[in-house]
């Protein structure tokens, strides 16, 4: 069975960092593209930045040059550091993953970890 587990969200104030962090673990082949969300309260879950298997790279606008997504492929782990912080980048944000695993090829999510900004 795979597993997608993110850590590292917290408290932080207006203009700081964090770095956030998804291991994915299980009977796993390889894994294809990974990628992170979020979902603001009352908002829909929107796509933050994204690494494929080649390391390309995108991001969303609201976020360019102020976050940026890497992976280990040797860990199976994907981070976001994001620098510079606001206020709307308050949500829970969910880490999602291409993977082959016992023959199959499927999406997985994890189970988010929370990100306030705030004073």
């Known amino acids: 069975q795979v597993q997608l587990v993110e850590s590292g969200g917290g408290l932080v104030q207006p203009g700081g960092s964090l770095r956030l962090s998804c291991a994915a673990s299980?009977?796993?082949?390889?894994?294809?593209?990974m990628a992170w969300y979020r979902q603001a309260p009352g908002k829909q879950r929107e796509l933050v930045a994204r690494?494929?298997?080649?390391?390309?790279?995108n991001y969303a606008d609201s976020v360019k040059g102020r976050f940026a997504i890497s992976r280990d492929n040797a860990k199976n782990t994907v981070y976001l550091l994001m620098n510079s912080l606001k206020p709307e980048d308050t949500a829970v944000y969910y880490c999602?993953?291409?993977?082959?695993?016992?023959?199959?090829?499927?999406?997985?999510w994890g189970q988010g970890t929370q990100v306030t900004v705030s004073s």
């Open positions: 690494i494929t298997g080649a390391d390309s790279t």
């Open positions: 299980g009977s796993i082949f390889s894994i294809n593209a």
């Open positions: 999602n993953a291409d993977i082959w695993a016992l023959g199959t090829y499927r999406n997985y």
